[in-house]
């Protein structure tokens, strides 16, 4: 579809307010897109600063919202691992893990301090109105502290590092002091257990599992490292091991000996995982 036959068809459909006409809010918009040719640059290095509108209708949003008040939502995406902090408005900062998301809808964001989040983030809040954290599998509220929540399919777990942070889950409930944390169990929350270190190792690029299920070890592999990885059917397989992301090879051989498991990596970076056999003494 070409651009006049779009915005055709868009105007067509458009609802402006009474006592302006089609034409005179067009010729508005063109006056004001002309005036805003530049968008302003955002506060944070290397991450994307998205208005939460569809690319298909962006002329029409841009129109509608140079007439009356609408919605703007702000989101940073961290695609692969790296360090960048996020400041909100208020000096919180949040880092993200790789594949994790983080919006706030600016317009209501005076009102409550309240972000959405798709995968992992590490927080340090700003004393202040309470803050929230909204998610897929719960809600985590604090006033000002230091914490990290991770939210990924149907796993949830937050750790305190200072202050106290509430964790919210359907029914469940439970509050958390530093050095202790709480996960998803079944569809609710977990007996509260002590974490020993001070702050999330996944900022230092560094991985620690316990008795942890293989996909999802070798799906934080994926998100870490940008690479592909196929793995045997019905695999089912725990390992408890330690690593960092700085080479995948010598991650690949850490966690594939663990569970003894071999692997190929090939130009693409796809890897193909598969079960060792064990040799059998006559």
Known sequence: MDKERLTKELLESWEVPSGVTK????????ERIGTHQKAPKGKVISIRRIAWVSAAAACIALAVFAIWPREEWIEFAQIQKGEYAIELPDGSQVWLNADSRLKYEKSEWADGRTVHLQGEGYFEVEKGSTFSVLTDLGEVTV?????????????LEVECYTGKVGVEM????????????????NGSLSEVFTIENESPEWKEGYYRFYNEDATRIFNELERQFGCTIELPSGLEKRSTCEFDCLDLNQTLTIVCLSMDLDYTIDKNLKVTIWETKKVTQP
């Open 23 to 30: 034409a005179e809010a067009w010729e508005a918009i063109q």
């Open 143 to 155: 006033l000002g502290t230091s914490f990290n929540v991770y939210d990924r399919e149907s796993d």
């Open 170 to 185: 359907d029914e469940d409930e439970v509050v958390l002091t530093p050095g202790k944390a709480t996960s998803a169990l």
